[in-house]
Structure formats: C-alpha cells, structure tokens
C-alpha cells in the first residue's frame, strides 16, 4: 500500500504533501519471520470474531445452540436466514436498512459538506472571529458527546422534533474532526497562488471554490465522507434516545431490539436473524473501506505531515 | 465513541499567510457560516441548556424550582455516581495502555518493513473499526457464552472450565476486550501515519553513528509521533468516561453483572430516561464532562511538557 498512497491523487494535485522516502537501498531492512507470525497472531484475533458471524449466520436457531462455535453445523441456512432477516415482521429489516441510508445520506453527506466548505475557510481566508471558532470547536471535541445527547433530546422534544428522524440526522450534521481534517487538508492541497490567480482572473469566491478547490480536495473529501458514514451507519445512543417508533430505527437499534427480544417473557428468540442481520449490516461498510482504500489512506497522511 | 477522533499527528498549522495581509474580510464567512449555525444549535445551545437545567429542581408539587447549585451538592455526595466513576477509572488506567500498546507495537512492525504482506496485516487489522459497536458487542457478548457460546465450547471440548466472562468479577475485562478489539487498528493507523512522514534520512544517519533499531525506535520514532501518541491517549480517555453502548448492549447477557449506573453515562442516561430525572442527571452530565476535561488537558500538559 505504501506505493498507492505515494501515488494517490493527493500527490499530483500538491506535490509539496510529503517527500518521497523508503527509497533507502543501504541495508534495507531484512523481512522478518517471527514479527511476521507475531503479526499473525493480532490478526487472529481481529478475525476470529469475524470469522465466527459469518459461520454462524448460517445456522438455524437449533443449529447455533448444539454446534462447535468455529465450525458450521449440519444444516446450512445462510440463505433462509437472510430471506427470513427481510421478511421478519413484515420486513422491518428492509426498513432499518432504508433508514440507515437516509441518515447517511443526509447526515453523513452534509457534515462532509460543511466540514469541506468550513475547513475551506479555515485554511484560505482570514475573516472577523477565526480564531475564536477554532477555539469554541476544538474544545467542544473534549466535551463527550454523550453528556451533551440528554440536553439536545430535551431541547428537541420541545421542538417537537423527537421520534423523527430529524433528530437523528441534524446532531450528525456537525463533524468537529471532518472540520479538522478538511482544514489541515485544505492548507496543504490548494496553493494559495492557485486561488489568487483564479481571482485574478476574475472567477467568483464560489466560482474559485467549485472550480479550483474542489477537485484539489477530493482525497481530503472522500476520507471526510468514510469516517462521517461510519460514524452514522454506526450510530447507537443518538437514534436510542430520540426515537420510540421502531419505523424510525436505524439498523444497530433494530439489532439491539430483536437481541433484547429474547430476555422479555414470551419473547420471540430470533438469534440466528440478530447474527445474520449483523453480518449484513457490517459487510456494505467492509466493502466500501477495502475499495476506497488508497484514498481515505492518503487523505489520512495528510493529516499528519509534519514539517 | 463517536467522530469526534482526529487520526492527526500534528498541530494543525495556521494557515499560509496569505498574499496581502489586508485580506481581511467576511467572504470567510460564507463559507464556515453553514457549520457554525448548526454547531451552535447541537453543541453550544444543548450545553447551555444543561448548565440552566443543572440549577433547577423539578417537583411534583410547586413545579420547576430554582435550587442553585443544590444538584451538585448532591452528586458530589452520590455514591452510585462515584462508583461509577471509579469503574470507568479503574478501566480506563487498565485498557487504554493495552490498546495504545498494542496498536503502538503494530504500528511499528509494519513501519520497521521487516514483515511479509504489510498491507494486508494494515487493513485487516484496521478493519473492526467499520463494525458498528452493536454488532461487535453482540458478537463478543454470544462468543462469551459459557451455554452456546465459544467458551462453552472450548470448556466441553478441552474438559475445562474457564471462568464466566460475563460474571460480575470478569465483566469488565470483558467490555474492556471488545473496546480494544474496536479501536486496536484505528489508533495503530493514527500511529502508522504519523511515522510515515518521519524522513527516512535520519534513520539512515543514526545507522551509520551505529545505533540499533531499539535506539532509533526510542530516540527517533517515539519522539517524532509524540503528538499523535498525545492525541490518541487523549481520545482514549474521552472515550473511557464516555463508556455506554458496550455495557448497554452486554446487559441483557449479563443482568447481575451490569447494573443501570454502571458507568457515569448509563447513569445519567438511567436517571434521564428511566427515572425522569432530567435536572439531575444533566448535573451528572456536567460534573462528568468538567472531569474529562480536566484529565485531559493533565495529559495534554504533561505529554507536550515531556519534549519541550
């Protein structure tokens, strides 16, 4: 991966992000057998849990309750338990899904866009008040966010904005860290030179922005737009605290729902739809990580260059 | 733990500045102005609020009252509170070093490039960061089981009897696992990136004073990182006083082992929701963010202090 990241787009677009390195040919370091293995070992451990949700939602409910928990049982029900996952209960989980892309969209989606247009600001104009809203928001990041979710669900109960999803999607709105990266990225991507020429030329701020910035940015927005999404996608105490109505749940609360299911007296035990489920719920975020890889990766580093 | 976690290194830098110094002007504000509006409607209003919450008693009888700073007095005397803050303590000095360790140690084997298949030990190890915290604890939560569960399997298989993972002596250890199953390759991604900008050149002029790799880890790579190692543990912290979705989503598993003010957040969020006691428990809500707050600006303090 380090040849991609060297080679990513960020590398043409700002030539001065990192200087190349690991050229090092005198005594380039030897490989290493027993690191390796030791390497090994932490990867079994991240895997192992992994490994065993995928060959456990192959299981039936009986399945899971007689079988070795590393190896698959007689039965292989992976696809009756994906088709039951959908249809459970009408197909709540079709919903859950639906929602969880909602909020994504517009959650995630718009705390990438104003952290984008804000960390712009930061980096490219001095303007009335800068370093008084870099304060206020780098403190506000130690603030824990949970000890703000009981005020912001009672401040919006009184705006009648409880139990729908407005109250999920406008907290998520706000990235303190998107803001971060978007303005340590922007000051390294974007030539100040490069603007004034733009506006020298007679381009608009908004003009400048679109046409000069933007495509300067992209390394910087897709990194922003991968860790905004997964902190909605994955999101647990916000939707648990302001929304009631089931038909609003995100995907993590409906699984915490169905897994609760099984302590309440008659309740119907669905382990092998809450594993499955989780399984489905895991594996569009895997994806999306593993193809976007060489751009979050350098988006990243650029966080972190150092003079 | 939410976004709030910038995987940085450095000290964000003040901008170039610009051509003309008297640049100044509002066209900034065009642009930031979208964030702050929001920002000021669900971080600054909400912590506003419960600040004017935190001085005010609701009662049956007589409605809202003034009571200053009454609910304080209280929860400075409220021993389920502490408790509370004494267990994410406890497993904040525990887990934390263990994870940074780890994720330190990965970062650098995978910098040392001594080891076969780099990239995949990198994204693999990264990728329980994209498992929703739900899921990771529903998976580690049935894993434990000592009935259905791994444990139970490795107990009938080997003839064994392990200890019950989600007994009330074992029950943190556990969620401390899954946190550090969670966030072991997001810190060593923190890690990795800042040594990546480390220039290769002084690596080679301490080889050639003849120093050892421990020397140069100690002497060169430590110190260059520190920023990152610094922020990283400060999150950490944030992260531990926050505790709540794992104990949540483990409790029904484990009913005697975690109780409803297990950690200072289940508390305010048991006294909120459960109790309706919205004034007090934003008071605990408070005393609890002055308290990360403090802990982390020592850690900052001291971690700046130690290159300086």
Same mark, same amino acid.
């Given at each position: 991966?380090?040849?991609?990241?060297?080679?990513?787009?960020?590398?043409?677009?700002?030539?001065?992000?990192?200087?190349?390195?690991?050229?090092?040919?005198?005594?380039?370091?030897?490989?290493?057998?027993?690191?390796?293995?030791?390497?090994?070992?932490?990867? &079994?451990?991240?895997?192992?849990?992994?490994?065993?949700?995928?060959?456990?939602?192959?299981?039936?409910?009986?399945?899971?309750?007689?079988?070795?928990?590393?190896?698959?049982?007689?039965? !292989?029900?992976?696809?009756?338990?994906?088709?039951?996952?959908?249809?459970?209960?009408?197909?709540?989980?079709?919903?859950?899904?639906?929602?969880?892309?909602?909020?994504?969209?517009?959650?995630?989606?718009?705390?990438?866009? &104003?952290?984008?247009?804000?960390?712009?600001?930061?980096?490219?104009?001095?303007?009335?008040?800068?370093?008084?809203?870099?304060?206020?928001? =780098?403190?506000?990041?130690?603030?824990?966010?949970?000890?703000?979710?009981?005020?912001?669900? &009672?401040?919006?109960?009184?705006?009648?904005?409880?139990?729908?999803?407005?109250?999920? =999607?406008?907290?998520?709105?706000?990235?303190?860290?998107?803001?971060?990266?978007?303005?340590?990225?922007?000051? /390294?991507? =974007?030539?100040? /030179?490069?603007? /004034?020429?733009?506006?020298?030329?007679?381009?608009? /701020?908004?003009?400048? !922005?679109?046409?000069?910035?933007?495509?300067?940015?992209?390394?910087?927005?897709?990194?922003?737009?991968?860790?905004?999404?997964?902190?909605?996608?994955?999101?647990?105490?916000?939707?648990?605290?302001?929304?009631?109505?089931?038909?609003?749940?995100?995907?993590?609360?409906?699984?915490?729902?169905?897994?609760?299911?099984?302590?309440?007296?008659?309740?119907?035990?669905?382990?092998?739809?809450?594993?499955?489920?989780?399984?489905?719920?895991?594996?569009?975020?895997?994806?999306?990580?593993?193809?976007?890889?060489?751009?979050?990766?350098?988006?990243?580093?650029?966080?972190s260059v150092k003079e | 733990m939410t976004t709030l976690q910038p995987p940085v290194a450095a000290e964000p830098?003040?901008?170039?500045?610009?051509? *003309?110094?008297?640049?100044?002007?509002?066209?900034?504000?065009?642009?930031?102005?979208?964030?702050?509006?929001?920002?000021?409607?669900?971080?600054?209003?909400?912590?506003?609020?419960?600040?004017?919450?935190?001085?005010?008693?609701?009662?049956?009888?007589?409605?809202?009252?003034?009571? %200053?700073?009454?609910?304080?007095?209280?929860?400075?005397?409220?021993?389920?509170?502490?408790?509370?803050?004494?267990?994410?303590?406890?497993?904040?000095?525990?887990?934390?070093?263990?994870?940074?360790?780890?994720?330190?140690?990965?970062?650098?084997?995978?910098?040392?490039?001594?080891?076969?298949? *780099?990239?995949?030990?990198?994204?693999?190890?990264?990728?329980?960061?994209?498992?929703?915290?739900?899921?990771?604890?529903?998976?580690?939560?049935?894993?434990?089981?000592? *009935?259905?569960?791994?444990?139970?399997?490795?107990?009938?298989?080997?003839?064994?009897?392990?200890?019950?993972?989600?007994?009330?002596?074992?029950?943190?250890?556990?969620?401390?696992?899954?946190?550090?199953?969670?966030?072991?390759?997001?810190?060593?991604?923190?890690?990795?990136?800042?040594?990546?900008?480390?220039?290769?050149?002084?690596?080679?002029?301490?080889?050639?004073?003849?120093? %050892?790799?421990?020397?140069?880890?100690?002497?060169? *790579?430590?110190?260059?990182?520190?920023?990152?190692?610094?922020?990283?543990?400060?999150?950490?912290?944030?992260?531990? +006083?926050?505790? +709540?979705?794992?104990?949540?989503?483990?409790?029904?598993?484990?009913?005697?082992?975690?109780?409803?003010?297990?950690?200072?957040?289940?508390?305010?969020?048991?006294?909120?929701?459960? %109790?309706?006691?919205?004034?007090?428990?934003?008071?605990?809500?408070?005393?609890?963010?002055?308290?990360?707050?403090?802990?982390?600006?020592?850690?900052?303090?001291?971690?700046?202090?130690? %290159?300086?």
């Amino acid at each position: 991966m380090s040849t991609s990241v060297t080679a990513s787009p960020a590398k043409s677009a700002a030539p001065r992000l990192r200087t190349p390195r690991r050229k090092h040919t005198p005594g380039k370091p030897k490989r290493n057998m027993l690191l390796t293995v030791l390497m090994g070992l932490m990867v &079994l451990y991240t895997v192992v849990p992994l490994i065993w949700l995928v060959i456990n939602s192959t299981k039936t409910q009986s399945g899971l309750a007689d079988s070795n928990g590393l190896w698959f049982a007689h039965d !292989f029900a992976l696809w009756d338990n994906v088709r039951d996952t959908f249809t459970y209960h009408d197909g709540i989980f079709g919903r859950w899904l639906l929602n969880t892309l909602l909020y994504v969209v517009l959650g995630a989606g718009g705390a990438t866009l &104003l952290a984008v247009l804000g960390g712009y600001a930061l980096a490219k104009f001095q303007f009335p008040g800068k370093r008084a809203i870099f304060a206020v928001v =780098i403190g506000a990041v130690a603030v824990p966010a949970t000890a703000l979710a009981v005020p912001t669900f &009672l401040m919006f109960s009184k705006m009648g904005l409880t139990d729908t999803p407005w109250a999920v =999607i406008i907290p998520s709105l706000v990235s303190p860290f998107g803001l971060y990266l978007m303005w340590v990225f922007a000051a /390294e991507a =974007i030539p100040t /030179e490069l603007l /004034e020429a733009a506006r020298m030329d007679g381009a608009g /701020e908004v003009r400048t !922005f679109f046409r000069v910035a933007l495509p300067l940015l992209a390394p910087g927005i897709v990194t922003v737009l991968l860790f905004t999404t997964v902190a909605t996608w994955n999101n647990y105490f916000l939707p648990l605290i302001m929304l009631k109505d089931p038909d609003w749940y995100p995907l993590t609360l409906g699984l915490s729902a169905w897994s609760n299911q099984a302590q309440t007296i008659g309740g119907d035990v669905i382990f092998n739809l809450v594993i499955t489920g989780s399984l489905l719920t895991i594996v569009p975020l895997i994806a999306a990580f593993l193809f976007l890889q060489k751009y979050w990766q350098s988006g990243l580093a650029a966080g972190s260059v150092k003079e | 733990m939410t976004t709030l976690q910038p995987p940085v290194a450095a000290e964000p830098r003040p901008a170039p500045p610009p051509a *003309k110094r008297d640049r100044r002007s509002w066209t900034g504000w065009g642009f930031i102005g979208p964030f702050v509006v929001v920002f000021a409607l669900v971080f600054l209003a909400p912590i506003a609020y419960s600040v004017y919450l935190s001085l005010f008693r609701d009662q049956l009888i007589g409605g809202n009252q003034f009571v %200053g700073l009454d609910n304080y007095t209280r929860a400075l005397q409220d021993d389920a509170f502490w408790s509370a803050v004494g267990r994410v303590a406890l497993f904040l000095v525990i887990q934390v070093p263990i994870m940074l360790g780890i994720a330190l140690l990965v970062a650098l084997a995978l910098d040392s490039g001594r080891l076969y298949g *780099k990239s995949f030990f990198r994204i693999t190890i990264f990728l329980p960061y994209a498992v929703p915290a739900v899921v990771a604890t529903l998976m580690w939560g049935f894993m434990y089981g000592t *009935k259905y569960g791994l444990v139970g399997d490795i107990d009938s298989a080997f003839g064994v009897t392990l200890p019950d993972l989600l007994s009330p002596d074992w029950v943190l250890a556990s969620i401390g696992n899954i946190v550090t199953w969670e966030f072991v390759g997001y810190n060593m991604l923190i890690f990795y990136s800042a040594l990546r900008v480390v220039p290769t050149s002084l690596y080679e002029a301490a080889e050639i004073d003849g120093a %050892g790799q421990w020397r140069i880890i100690t002497a060169i *790579k430590l110190p260059a990182i520190r920023g990152a190692l610094v922020i990283a543990t400060i999150f950490s912290i944030i992260g531990s +006083f926050q505790l +709540f979705n794992e104990p949540s989503i483990l409790r029904p598993l484990a009913l005697n082992s975690i109780t409803t003010d297990f950690t200072p957040n289940y508390y305010t969020y048991s006294l909120s929701f459960n %109790g309706q006691q919205h004034n007090y428990s934003a008071t605990v809500a408070i005393i609890m963010g002055v308290i990360t707050m403090i802990v982390a600006y020592a850690v900052q303090l001291r971690g700046m202090r130690k %290159g300086a």
